[in-house]
């Protein structure tokens, strides 16, 4: 009886000391070690990712809830022509078409500050000639 517990416990033991094992190899390494200025540069690229980030934010805030995704349409922001696409995945309805604005206007784009067009793929071919430049 004696042996049949040890030979469990030994086998238990064997199982942890395996597991403890494998997860140390997986562990992440260290990063590499930056020489000073490497890391100098590093930190200020880090600094001016960061503010460049925040000024984006700070003049587009709805900018992370972008694109907005649907079984009706999709929008995305043309920094180009600093308006919003709105391409729409069904035939266009004045109704299709308010829900899209009004997505816009949940997350906080105010209509009235950027323009904003439709792409409508049931249209005719003529209709698409407003997007060429």
Request: no cysteine; hydrophobic share 40%; net charge positive.
């Amino acid at each position: 009886m004696k042996k049949k517990i040890f030979l469990v416990s030994l086998i238990i033991l064997a199982g942890f000391t395996t597991i403890l094992l494998i997860s140390s190899l997986s562990a992440k390494k260290p990063p590499v070690n930056l020489k000073p200025a490497e890391a100098e540069k590093q930190s200020q690229d880090d600094l001016n990712f960061a503010k460049s980030l925040d000024t984006l934010h700070q003049k587009f805030p709805w900018y992370s809830q972008i694109p907005i995704l649907t079984d009706n349409y999709t929008i995305a922001f043309n920094f180009e022509k600093a308006s919003f696409r709105i391409i729409l995945l069904k035939p266009a309805t004045e109704d299709l078409k308010q829900s899209a604005l009004k997505s816009l206007e949940n997350i906080g784009v105010d209509l009235n500050q950027y323009q904003y067009y439709f792409i409508d793929p049931y249209a005719s071919p003529s209709s698409f000639q407003q997007l060429l430049p």
